[in-house]
């Protein structure tokens, strides 16, 4: 028998790991609130390789939030670490970006003075600054609308520039936590492919908090499940649908099949959640 506290020499190779960009190891968030401690999230792992775009769904309240908060830097974890290219995340951090549902556009400033901003704090010279602004409007479909303030503009177009904003920081991590949620579905289903079509150009890595399966599923290369409280890691799902891919990608019948597994993974967590929502109301009646 052999001895297993002897190495072997030549060793053998290490098993081959996809290279990973950012990596949530073990992560752990509780909230203290008046009456309980409440775990938001709990025990979460996964990896995410460059140029990877994953989408991160759950029910209501299950620590999508506090997942990409912790991500950002916002959220301290109770335990656990994210690191980024290997370095701690630990706190607000250059190498990542981030994109809010809720409207963030500088009001008085035009468009190409909100997507120019990050590269203005960085010191960047106006003309430099004003030519790569110019390029990631172009890229958010924005030609022709650099001098418009953001009140002239429509929801999916202010995003867009909230989007062009983030993007202009270079940042190695995009994040998005439900940017579409305030638009309608056509509008967020042509954004959806904008948004595709920007991740494909600049290889951008990608993270996505959405409540949508079929936007999950049209964007992703792969889908992070979540289950309801305490948020944990229910199943990865690789979705394995050509590229490049526009929005018609949702009639095709494989499409179909990831909306239903995805679904049948989120059906039980979601029904729990609604158990517990009916279960309160019910307590404080
Ligand atoms: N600062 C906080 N203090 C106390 N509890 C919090 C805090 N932030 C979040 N929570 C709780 O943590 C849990 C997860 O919240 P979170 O907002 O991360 O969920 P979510 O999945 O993003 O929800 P939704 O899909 O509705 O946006 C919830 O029970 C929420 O009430």
Same mark, same amino acid.
């Given at each position: ?12 190779a290490?098993?081959?790991?996809? /290279? ?7 992560v ?15 025990r979460? =792992? ?12 759950g ?22 670490l ?14 990542? +970006?981030?994109?809010?549902? /809720? ?6 400033r ?34 022709g609308?650099e001098?418009?303030?953001p %009140?002239?503009?429509? +929801? ?7 989007? +062009?904003?983030?993007?202009? =920081? /270079?940042?190695k991590?995009? @994040? ?5 949620? %305030? ?24 993270? @996505?908090?959405?409540? =949508? ?6 964007l ?6 979540? %289950?309801?409280?305490? +948020?944990? @890691? ?17 009639? =095709? /019948? ?7 597994e995805?679904?049948?993974d989120?059906?039980?967590?979601a ?15």
């Open positions: 028998m052999s001895d297993p506290t002897v190495v072997p020499w030549p060793r053998p290490p098993v081959a790991r996809p /290279e990973t960009v950012l990596a949530v190891d073990d752990v968030v509780r909230f203290q609130t008046r009456d309980a401690v409440v775990t938001a999230v709990d979460m =792992s996964f990896g995410v390789r460059p140029g990877e775009f994953i989408s991160v769904i029910p209501s309240g299950c620590g999508k939030s506090t997942l990409f908060n912790v991500i950002g830097g916002l959220v301290t974890p109770t335990a656990g994210v690191t980024v290219a290997g370095e701690p995340i630990r706190g607000p951090h250059p190498a990542i +970006g981030m994109v809010f549902q /809720e409207e963030s556009t500088f009001p008085w035009t468009v190409l003075d909100n997507v120019a901003f990050p590269l203005e704090v960085r010191g960047v010279p106006r003309r430099v600054r004003n030519e790569k602004a110019r390029d990631v409007v172009a890229m958010v479909g924005l030609t609308f001098e418009h303030y %009140s002239e503009l429509s +929801g999916g177009m202010r995003q867009r520039v909230s989007i +062009g904003r983030t993007l202009a =920081s /270079e940042p991590i995009l @994040l998005m936590d439900e940017p579409f949620a %305030s638009l309608d579905e056509q509008t967020r289903l042509l954004l959806g492919d904008k948004v595709l079509q920007i991740q494909q150009t600049l290889r951008q890595t990608t993270l @996505l908090i959405t409540h =949508s399966i079929t936007e999950a599923v049209q992703s290369d792969r889908v992070v499940v979540m %289950s309801y409280r305490p +948020g944990r @890691l229910k199943r990865i799902v690789d979705i394995d649908l050509p590229h490049p891919r526009t929005s018609e990608v949702v009639t =095709s /019948e494989a499409f179909g099949h990831y909306v239903a995805i679904w049948g989120l059906r039980d967590e029904s729990r959640g609604m158990a517990e929502a009916e279960a309160q109301r019910g307590g404080t009646r």
